[in-house]
């Protein structure tokens, strides 16, 4: 299969084009980068240093209709919903890892992204690529919104809670912590310079962060009504990685850690990519580095009936570049693991 | 004055070797490790070269009386209690920074600590060392249990709310991430090894950690009614700090960001270490590392009702030795910010 | 092929378990480990979870010669030289981690690492495991010293200097960078513990460290005279990766950094894993974390009349389980890059 | 005394702050800074709040007339030769820590800054501000160019051996390992974007960085000869600290580890803030950070007769500002170590 990447120099399609080239069914036919053009990937990538030598270019919708059957958009917020559409036209498909496709609401798009929707007939069609959550309507896909980093994180950790009506909807409150990678190749400013950032942490966007609504979009479905979360997300020293602490109220009083174990054991059951670690295990985000797994340990509190889950996943692969490469499997009957069978690096 | 430290080689006795050397009113006669006993102290803590040199020697209670007048117990849980009697019988003021002495409740304390108390007389006279609440019985005692590091944090970060009645008890959950150096100097263990550390990040012991009843304590003598919370530590690849992030239901719907923001700013008006940000700004652990402050931002999530309160602290300062330098000024009538009003490093 | 390794659960033996078990031509058949024997392999390294379950077992040499084709050792110093002849004797290929077979010289052996040797015989056959200067060897060999994690870095910087007799044999000075994971797995002592590493330097063992035969030996071997070197190692705070910066003072008067680098990019010219970078370039180790690459870099000072080398490599898969992969290749005719053609994370 | 600060908000900026607002002789009346001008100093140095408030300003020459009794000049290159001379002849005392006034060879200045020199005639009055090699000549200067980091960290580790002729001129390197503070609070860029830098290391401007001559200069005062030296700065993923590794040729056969040691502190005898270490020690930077000091450690290699010198300081204090004020003690006739006694965090 042809696949090409727009934005293959940042962070995100950089991980595309590392799970790529080593995909067995894929040929990486396009590499688009407007900071790396002429150049070789290389330069950009340079982990790729003699695995694989292309030359970036300059995106061009023929060129990438004439060039691939599958196309990545790894582009800001904003730029996919004006291209996506003669790609798919071409009947191409499309993978876009912004914002543009998630929200299914018009108005919550342009209320949390400032931005107003330019192809709101492509949202009917647009899936939410969480695979977990959506396989069936995956497969099926033209253009698929692959989820943002820190919701994958809490949507995999709350889901099998709501979707079982396990908990008090309005007391679920998602603590998330990101290593710096999430905000991007491209957001070197004083704020994220190293010395400012090393050795620190700190909450940022509390209660008004872009991926709240699509974590709220998404729980809702699965609880079948309207959920309200707190979400606060914060900035960790570290690479890559999102660990993420979910409290939710049970409403019956007599669970036990065993026994919700148990129950996202089952959920999980056929997902290839999450691992329910058994009582008093919590997960490690170095556990996760590198591949596209996502662990997930709980435990009841008895003393406030709460449960609290943390979930851990490497936040440019299962947050972005391995969840896209999944659903593309998906949408090509491909093995779900096929590319992303290798283990990440421990430690 | 002369002043003792009782296990002065680790992390927090050896923060208290550096306070106390540049306190202008204190002199450092009796410094006790067992680890570094016949060396001198540098050896120990190599920022001391150049600035103090002493040997460390046994602990010994009759030398401890001859030679202090204030002791600083930097030991593990369970040492204090069988030694503090025979300092404040010989008329020596103890600053004890283990868990012996923080807890009223001696079932509380046996519960969580797996100790049987065998000083309870001690435990009324002793008087909880956090500055911001009880400012005026510390200023009277003999005896103060410095608080833990996790503690300060959250007691700081949640005191106006309940004192006030803002936040309806039961909602009130507590996420902290703190530094390696929390968990002590001797913890060498695989779990803490660098490379296994390093670049990752973990919750543990939830709903379990032994700091969760010592935070209850205080914030039901701020509520006037039992409290009880969620409390989650995180273990974060830094060496100093810790961030809370506390979350709790306002009782009225009508609160700003803003106004808590005031009512914050005057509760801890008088408070010198405590530094409340404006809207919009919240801590982060690099601004307060080395020093003995606490800094507190918070935002009122209309959405949800919640308030949302971020501190941030050196756990070995303000979470432990500067704390213990600050209760000592109180105890002896200095100026509270004596030996504590240099600046952190920053970055 | 049937594949075994002793010492599955330390760092190189799990980056061993990690690259074997996405290795198309090889069956992971035996893991020992007395650390976590009786577990999941994926009990040590949560980064298999989902992808490799294996229970280790305790060494047996029996079991050894009935489950494998080749075995890794990856034990302490000492373990090998008494273990390895069973298995030669049972017709096995052996790939030794360890020091053991690594120095020519038992003299060398002994006043280096404090050990008698007990099977000087099997030293003759024993190749040094470095395939940029010994494929042949290796392809005929039963027993590979697989090289030190300093010693790769070292000897592939200078390499085709010596080779060519381009500098001074006297003057070679090699000042090495180490990430952490070099110590080992069990090495979490005081003076690896996370709060005393981060954020600090040190060199060590100036002049004293045990890959200094090591390297001696082959830039002997290259040099066609005996060379001694000054082998200053460093420890950084990060998890993976040697920085080696050597320098050298040139014979002749007018090479230029493009010159030496053309010959260098000559020397490697063949050799799948070495990279030589463009004038003004210079290696780091993210770019080689993960993979099996070597990255060199160079710079002629025409002021000093100096060649300075920086190389780069991953400790824990160049600098020990990936060579030991790519010599098994090398050892049964299997393509050289078997098992290591994916890209290692960036960033 | 009074004393203004231009450049307040950078890092060494920054640092002059938090060394003068803790010095008993100093009051900080002037705080210039471009980027924060009309803000507090705190909004620039969050580790200031609660200790000092003081409006940013921008630079005006009269008004510093007016203000200060000293000026500390932290700007970038090019900047203090234009602005010096009216502070001086208005009779301030001016502490420069730009290159501008280090090379006392205006040839030498234009030939690494690419910068023609507009005040060659106040070079003759400029004292080089290392006090351990010139503090007669600071006692009496009215402008001291106070040194780079790298270079206190190589000229201390190397002083000793030039200036009693141990050493082969020609044979001395110096490999210098530096935290990314060093590189300033603006050059936030790619290149040091906290996840390229993190976990990474790497060389840079190999024998061209522009600290090499004035580290020759000093050099060959010592040596009394001229001195060409290979210097190769690397970046570490830190925030604070030089960690130097220096070698020499020693030119007699027969010198002791201790010998030398016995030496270096004799030479260092009366230096407060240069501390020798015992033979088999070397210099972390972490008991170095946020102190004054310079940590030196030795070793003599008989295998190579070379000698190892390993140097750690603070790049932002001994580095910068806390040699600024060392010199500014020295040039008011104040204590050396005032507002410099209090010891750095550890760990």
Not at 9 to 17: I, M, W
Not at 213 to 222: N, S
Not at 248 to 271: M, N, Q
Request: aromatic share 8%; proline share 5%; with cysteine.
């Amino acid at each position: 299969m042809r696949a090409g990447i727009v934005g293959a120099s940042g962070y995100a399609g950089g991980e595309l084009v590392r799970i790529l080239a080593g995909h067995p069914g894929v040929e990486l036919t396009y590499l688009c980068s407007e900071t790396y053009k002429g150049q070789d990937i290389s330069a950009a990538l340079p982990n790729m240093r003699g695995l694989l030598s292309k030359e970036c270019v300059s995106y061009d919708p023929a060129t990438a209709v004439e060039q691939c059957e599958v196309v990545f958009l790894a582009q800001s917020n904003g730029w996919a919903m004006n291209q996506a559409a003669k790609l798919l036209e071409a009947g191409l498909k499309v993978i876009d890892l912004s914002a543009d496709f998630r929200l299914k609401s018009i108005a919550a798009y342009q209320e949390w992204y400032k931005l107003s929707h330019t192809s709101p007939d492509l949202l009917t069609g647009a899936i939410y690529g969480l695979p977990e959550l959506h396989k069936t309507a995956i497969q099926a896909a033209n253009l698929v919104a692959n989820p943002g980093c820190y919701c994958t994180s809490a949507i995999l950790a709350l889901a099998p809670l709501l979707k079982d009506r396990l908990v008090e909807p309005d007391t679920v409150i998602v603590d998330s912590k990101s290593g710096v990678s999430g905000a991007g190749r491209s957001s070197f400013k004083l704020d994220n310079h190293f010395p400012e950032l090393n050795e620190s942490m700190k909450a940022y966007n509390i209660g008004v962060h872009r991926h709240t609504p699509e974590i709220e979009q998404e729980l809702t479905l699965l609880a079948g009504r309207a959920m309200k979360i707190s979400f606060t997300p914060h900035l960790i020293p570290i690479t890559r990685g999102i660990l993420t602490t979910a409290y939710a109220g049970l409403i019956a009083p007599d669970w036990t850690t065993e026994e919700l174990i148990t129950l996202y054991a089952e959920f999980y059951g056929s997902a290839a990519f999450v691992q329910v670690l058994d009582a008093g295990q919590y997960p490690t985000t170095k556990a996760v580095c590198g591949g596209n797994f996502c662990h997930i340990g709980l435990r009841v509190d008895p003393r406030t009936n709460r449960v609290v889950v943390v979930s851990a996943l490497d936040n440019m692969v299962k947050g972005a570049a391995g969840q896209a490469v999944q659903n593309m499997n998906l949408m090509f009957g491909l093995d779900e693991m096929a590319g992303l069978d290798r283990a990440g690096v421990y430690p």
